[in-house]
């Protein structure tokens, strides 16, 4: 039995202009709350200059899966730098053995330039994530890294066997690399936390040097990471972010 995942881009305000930046693909992030067959998303190709597009789409997926284009693509008008034309697809995938990890998806379109006749393509690259919350996460390429997790991979000898994961037990993402206030060295050092079956890393902000060496002092070297269970007279566990 395939599980339908259907991909709705749809078309945004066009403004006239010219240039000679590319045309850009882009998807809209988002969170279905289950895994339920069908799941919509808003994408868009946003043109950098005159260009028409070629009946001439590629698709990238994982073995198994297919992707179907739903809408007519219009080869026909003329669009110019500004504009924004959304497409409809649905995506096909098997619903026994769902990955662990995320699934690395390309729509790669053809359109030529309006002036040269020249061919390029335009590429809408996004990541399907089976959370193990059990929702579907969909990401545009850029916000998949760009997010504060750090994503494991198949070369960190981790456990890949999927396991439900309450999302209210996970840890905070505490550390922003994009943070004004980190005016000091130390403060960009962070921590990846991680669980087991979680497929990523999850950024977690440094203690300061001092309250590392007072308990370090007074609880001995070790004390900063104690096991927050553990009813020992240690360091206190809220100084510390813990799986």
């Not at 709705?8 to 709350?33: F, V």
Request: with cysteine; hydrophobic share 30%; glycine share 6%.
């Amino acid at each position: 039995m395939l599980l339908l995942l259907s991909i709705i881009i749809s078309p945004l305000m066009a403004s006239a202009g010219c240039g000679t930046k590319s045309t850009e693909g882009k998807l809209i992030s988002k969170e279905i709350s289950s895994i339920n067959g069908t799941a919509n998303f808003e994408g868009y190709f946003r043109c950098g200059d005159s260009m028409q597009f070629i009946n001439q789409t590629v698709f990238s997926l994982p073995s198994g899966w297919s992707i179907t284009q739903n809408n007519s693509l219009d080869t026909t008008s003329v669009f110019v730098e500004g504009d924004s034309i959304g497409n409809d697809y649905t995506i096909s995938y098997p619903t026994t053995s769902l990955p662990y990890f995320a699934q690395e998806i390309k729509i790669v379109q053809y359109y030529k330039d309006y002036q040269t006749g020249d061919t390029s393509t335009s590429t809408i690259h996004f990541w399907v994530f089976f959370t193990p919350w059990n929702t579907v996460e969909i990401w545009d390429h850029y916000d998949y890294y760009t997010i504060g997790r750090v994503w494991k991979s198949p070369t960190d000898s981790v456990d890949t066997t999927r396991i439900f994961i309450a999302k209210s037990s996970l840890p905070n993402n505490t550390y922003d690399e994009n943070d004004s206030n980190l005016t000091s060295e130390w403060q960009h050092n962070y921590e990846m936390n991680g669980l087991e079956g979680l497929p990523f890393y999850i950024k977690q902000a440094a203690i300061h040097p001092d309250t590392m060496a007072y308990f370090a002092t007074y609880y001995g070297d070790d004390s900063t990471y104690q096991d927050p269970y553990d009813t020992s007279n240690l360091a206190p566990s809220n100084l510390r972010p813990w799986c």
